[in-house]
């Protein structure tokens, strides 16, 4: 196998395992994004085959000896030759080095991101919890304990009746 070609199916496989399909799946809401999801999947599944079975395998040698005795040796001789004298270049990866950095910054952006979603997601389920709370009290409750939960309420209406602004 050439080293590109090992690298290719050695990086394909890596990421093959490395990803959580189950858990991505859970997070999909709709039907359509569930059929897009599983042709995805079934995609990615293809290209990681074709990559492992054609580029995991080396070609079969030559056998220049039968050829010699059908074709002649001095022809076949030739044609060793020159197949010896190809050299395939060794692939040099100039492309990752330069998205390198610029993935590491997107990575912690997204980290950062994601921290910054986590806290919003827990203040909003804190005050989904007090709404649901003030619901089940609200028919019960009075003006007092109310404006205890919320001074900035009763500050707000202070201030209008000692002002004497009744809202027209």
């Known amino acids: 196998m050439s080293g590109a070609g090992k690298k290719v199916v050695d990086v ?20 359509e994004a569930r059929k897009e999801f599983a042709t995805l ?3 990615f599944d ?21 050829y010699r005795k059908g074709i002649g040796s001095r022809l076949v001789d030739m044609y060793k030759e020159a197949y010896d004298s190809i050299e ?19 990575l912690v952006e ?23 709370e003030m619901k089940k009290k609200i028919s019960t409750m009075t003006a007092n304990e109310y404006f205890e939960k919320h001074p900035e309420l009763k500050k707000k209406f202070d201030d209008e009746i000692r002002n004497d602004y009744w809202g027209y």
């Open 12 to 31: 394909a496989f890596k990421a093959s395992k490395n990803i959580d399909w189950e858990g991505m799946a859970k997070l999909l809401v709709s039907d």
């Open 110 to 132: 997204l980290k950062e991101a994601e921290e910054k979603s986590l806290k919003e997601s827990e203040r909003l389920e804190k005050e989904i919890a007090e709404v649901q």
């Open 88 to 106: 395939i270049p060794k692939y040099e990866d100039t492309v990752t080095p330069q998205y390198l950095p610029k993935f590491d910054a997107l």
């Open 41 to 43: 999947r079934r995609a």
């Open 46 to 66: 293809e290209v990681n085959t074709t990559l492992s079975t054609k580029f995991s395998q080396e070609p079969e040698p030559i056998d220049w000896e039968y």
